[in-house]
């Protein structure tokens, strides 16, 4: 089995991870939308020096604070009998709401295994003035392609990834990301995934090839039929 194969099956089979309940990761949820709105702030602030030092040196002792009892690795959410793994990494970087750098992004799989997600990036994501970085647009798009994936029942690792930057993806306006799974062979999942604007328009289209890594099962990865 590859490292990130067994690295899975430790975590989300064996139990390696810290599993969180519900109201202890909505607490950290609460702490990570502070910390969102503070790199906000810190993006768009034109406070004096003073205060900027002032500020830095509240912030790093807030720090120290938080890293006074420190785990060795980013906590999972506990399992819900029935539901796929996917949802439980709560600090991932796109959908996770325990990671402050997460816009985040709540994916939604439809009865027909499609998935969607309803989302809007702050200017903290700007790339070209005015509009989206492609890398985050990426990102959101590699984690949207992964859910269809998943929710067809033939998850994996991403082992391809083709963009198309169609025009440019406007931030601090409602975006809708859609994704399906066309194509499943052995192992590898073809997937497909677009980003819409609020005016109708695909700003990004995407496809993807997932591999599920040798020795790994979907059902180890938590898919339910
Ligand atoms: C973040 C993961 C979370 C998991 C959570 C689990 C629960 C939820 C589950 C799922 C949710 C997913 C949501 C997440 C979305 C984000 C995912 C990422 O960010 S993943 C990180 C970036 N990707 C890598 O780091 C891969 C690095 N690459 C590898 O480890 C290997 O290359 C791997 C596993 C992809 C393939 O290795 P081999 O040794 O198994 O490959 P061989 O046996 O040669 O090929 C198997 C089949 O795949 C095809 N294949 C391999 N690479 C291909 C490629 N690049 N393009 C097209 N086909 C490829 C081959 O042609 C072959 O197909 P034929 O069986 O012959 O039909």
Same mark, same amino acid.
């Given at each position: %089995? ?36 503070? *790199?906000?702030?810190?993006?768009? +602030?034109?406070? !004096? ?37 996917? $949802?439980?990494?709560?600090?991932? #970087?796109? *959908? $996770?709401?325990?990671? #402050? ?18 989302? *809007?990036?702050?200017?903290?994501? /700007?790339? #070209?003035? $005015?509009?989206?970085?492609? $890398?985050?647009?990426? %990102?959101?798009?590699?984690?949207? @392609? ?6 067809? =029942?033939?998850? =994996? %690792? ?27 062979? =052995?192992?590898?999942?073809? +997937? ?6 609020? !005016?109708?328009?695909?700003?990004? /289209? ?14 180890? @990865?938590?898919?339910?039929?």
């Amino acid at each position: %089995m590859s490292g990130a194969g067994a690295a899975m099956r430790r975590v989300f089979v064996d139990g390696e991870r810290a599993e969180l309940d519900q109201p202890r990761a909505a607490e950290l949820a609460g702490l990570a939308a502070r910390v969102r709105e503070l *790199t906000e702030a810190v993006v768009h +602030t034109d406070v !004096d020096a003073a205060e900027v030092a002032a500020v830095s040196e509240e912030i790093a002792a807030l720090t120290r604070r938080l890293a006074a009892a420190r785990r060795a690795a980013p906590p999972i959410a506990a399992p819900v009998p029935g539901a796929p793994h996917i $949802g439980r990494q709560l600090a991932n #970087p796109v *959908t $996770g709401p325990l990671n #402050p750098i997460a816009p985040p992004v709540e994916i939604h799989t439809r009865p027909d295994r499609t998935v969607f997600c309803d989302f *809007t990036l702050t200017s903290v994501y /700007e790339g #070209p003035p $005015g509009f989206v970085h492609g $890398g985050v647009s990426a %990102m959101v798009l590699d984690q949207l @392609l992964g859910a269809a994936a998943h929710a067809a =029942g033939a998850p =994996g %690792m991403t082992a391809a990834l083709d963009l198309r930057y169609r025009r440019p993806t406007p931030y601090g306006v409602p975006l809708r990301g859609e994704a399906e799974a066309t194509e499943v062979v =052995g192992r590898r999942t073809h +997937t497909a995934a677009r980003i819409i604007a609020p !005016d109708g328009t695909v700003t990004v /289209e995407a496809t993807a090839v997932f591999v599920l890594p040798r020795g790994l099962t979907p059902e180890a @990865l938590g898919n339910v039929e």
